[in-house]
């Protein structure tokens, strides 16, 4: 199993992003995904989730509203749009899989995590 991510960067509080998870070796719609994010000198925060067929999402309260997750099983990719964002944002953000996560906030129901891309806003 392999979780790519990409679309992080450097940008100014308000700004958005879109960042993209690409997975390979699973059956990518048997499969919860979702992001988990840590900043320097913090605990890793649950950030959203989605189920297999994407009519359920989950988000945490500091970015809901902001947020939106979003798949496309047809392309193996799951996202997460950033709207609004603000320098507590920035953070290193991780896709995770699961085929079903016991606790979809709690990291440790996640199988399987990306790389993390670094999402930097600046004030």
């Known amino acids: 199993v392999q979780l790519v991510e990409s679309g992080g960067g450097l940008v100014q509080a308000g700004d958005s992003l879109r960042l993209s998870c690409a997975a390979s070796?699973?059956?990518?719609?048997?499969?919860?995904m979702g992001w988990f994010r840590q900043a320097p000198g913090k605990e890793r925060e649950f950030v959203s989730a989605?189920?297999?067929?994407?009519?359920?999402?989950y988000y945490a309260d500091s970015v809901k509203g902001r947020f939106t997750i979003s798949r496309d099983n047809a392309k193996n990719t799951v996202y997460l749009r950033m709207n609004s964002l603000k320098p507590e944002d920035t953070a290193v953000y991780y896709c995770?899989?699961?085929?079903?996560?016991?606790?979809?906030?709690?990291?440790?129901?996640?199988?399987?995590w990306g790389q993390g891309t670094q999402v930097t806003v600046s004030s």
């Open positions: 989605i189920n297999w067929s994407g009519d359920r999402t």
């Open positions: 995770v899989l699961d085929i079903r996560p016991s606790i979809y906030y709690s990291g440790s129901s996640y199988d399987y």
């Open positions: 070796g699973v059956t990518f719609s048997s499969y919860y």
